[in-house]
Each structure stands twice: as structure tokens, then as C-alpha cells.
């Protein structure tokens, strides 16, 4: 038996079908209750709107947490002619994170809660649906495989070998000794942008993409020898 070690890739894209969207909010002053109330107000109103998009159909999901307010020390100036003193003040921060599955909504929320005095944006990150996602990598997976016994296969007829048989099959990474990036899931881009952006987002994601990557084993057995 003669062994054959092949490579095997797939491929597959697909437009972006989610979008989560990552805000933060954040409020600093010298009064406690103030900041940590400022904070509440805003994140209070950013979570409502996000259970409207969810009841609507737009958002498919959200999470939110709590407001957290902590203390830290500042250096302040303040008169001309004088140096810098240390006070303390107090900052307040939360966090809420939205699912669209409608871009125009998250488009159209985004550039609302911009204005918002205390709001930032981290970023959007783009996703496939779970569905979406396991039917590609099934597609990929499949198609490498395929693709490691073709060539194989070609080998062996170039050598002037019999048909071949798998003997063991590696996702990319997992072969003993090789390292490599992992298989399967799709890339998922983030988008981020200032806070003064100006006019409502025109998001356009480009297509995500799902990739496949094996290696694998196989034996190519002698050519039969026919008797004359």
C-alpha cells in the first residue's frame, strides 16, 4: 500500500443577514446620584427602544447591563496662576447590546441615539443566522471532503496505483503537529464610526464567508496485474 497525504478547501459567501449593535453609555461629573441617575435615564430609554425593535420584528434580540458607578481622581485647574488639585469624582457606565435583523431599522437607530449626549457606539457587528450558518459549513465541510479524494485519487492514477481508500481525515488544525486557524465559521466583520457621522447610516455590508480546510490520509493499492 502506498500512502497519499492531501489538502482539501471549500468556499462559500453569503450576505450579512444580522447586525448587532454595541452601545455603551457613559456619564462623569462630581455628584454621585446625579451621574448614576443621568446614566439610568438614558440606558433606561435605550433599552425600551430596544425592546420595541424586538416586538417589532426588527431586532431579534438584545441584552443589557446594568449601570455601574465608581469613583476615581481627577486633576483640575481651577483658577489661572494656579497649579492643578486633586478632586474626586464619580463616573457611571452601562452597556446594551441589539440584534437587527432589519438594517434599515438599525441604520435609522443608529443615527437616533448618536444625538444623545452619553451614548457611543462601539461598533456593528455583522452574523449569519444559526440556520444559515450550519447549512454553509455542512456545504464547505462536505466539498473539501469531496475535493481530498479527487485529488487523491489523481495521484494515484498518476502513479499508476489502484483506487484509494481514506484512512483518516484532519479539520485544518487538528492534524498532530500542524497548527492552524480552525475550520468552518464564518467571518464576522465590525463596522464602527464617530459619533458625529451627521445624516441617517446607509449601511451595506459586503457578504460573509464560510470556508472549509482538511487534510487527509489515503492508501492507493498496487494496480491489479491482469495474466496474459
Known amino acids: 500500500m502506498t500512502r497519499i497525504s492531501v489538502e482539501g478547501h471549500a468556499r462559500r459567501t ?127 465541510r462536505t466539498e473539501a471532503a469531496r475535493e481530498t479524494a479527487e485529488r487523491a485519487q489523481a495521484y494515484a492514477a498518476a502513479l499508476g496505483l489502484g483506487e484509494v481508500r481514506p484512512v483518516a481525515v484532519f479539520e485544518d488544525g487538528l492534524r498532530p503537529g500542524v497548527g492552524g486557524p480552525g475550520v468552518g465559521h464564518p467571518e464576522r466583520r465590525m463596522f464602527a464610526m464617530a459619533a458625529d457621522a451627521g445624516p441617517q447610516l446607509e449601511l451595506s455590508p459586503g457578504d460573509l464567508e464560510v470556508t472549509a480546510r482538511v487534510t487527509a490520509d489515503y492508501e492507493a493499492s498496487a494496480p491489479v496485474r491482469q495474466s496474459v
Open 14 to 140: 453569503h450576505p450579512a443577514e444580522l447586525g448587532t449593535v454595541r452601545l455603551s453609555v457613559t456619564f462623569s461629573g462630581a455628584d454621585r446620584s446625579e451621574v448614576a441617575d443621568a446614566a439610568g435615564r438614558v440606558h433606561s430609554r435605550l433599552v425600551d427602544q430596544a425592546r420595541e425593535h424586538a416586538s417589532s420584528g426588527a431586532a431579534t434580540r438584545w441584552d443589557a447591563s446594568s449601570v455601574h458607578a465608581f469613583s476615581f481622581e481627577d486633576w483640575v485647574k481651577p483658577e489661572a496662576h494656579q497649579g492643578e488639585q486633586k478632586v474626586r469624582r464619580f463616573r457611571a457606565s452601562a452597556g446594551l447590546s441589539v440584534v437587527f435583523a432589519d438594517f434599515d431599522a438599525l441604520s435609522a437607530w443608529i443615527t437616533d441615539v448618536l444625538d444623545t449626549d452619553g451614548v457611543d457606539l462601539g461598533g456593528v457587528e455583522w452574523d449569519l443566522t444559526e440556520e444559515t450558518r450550519d447549512t454553509l459549513l455542512a456545504e464547505v
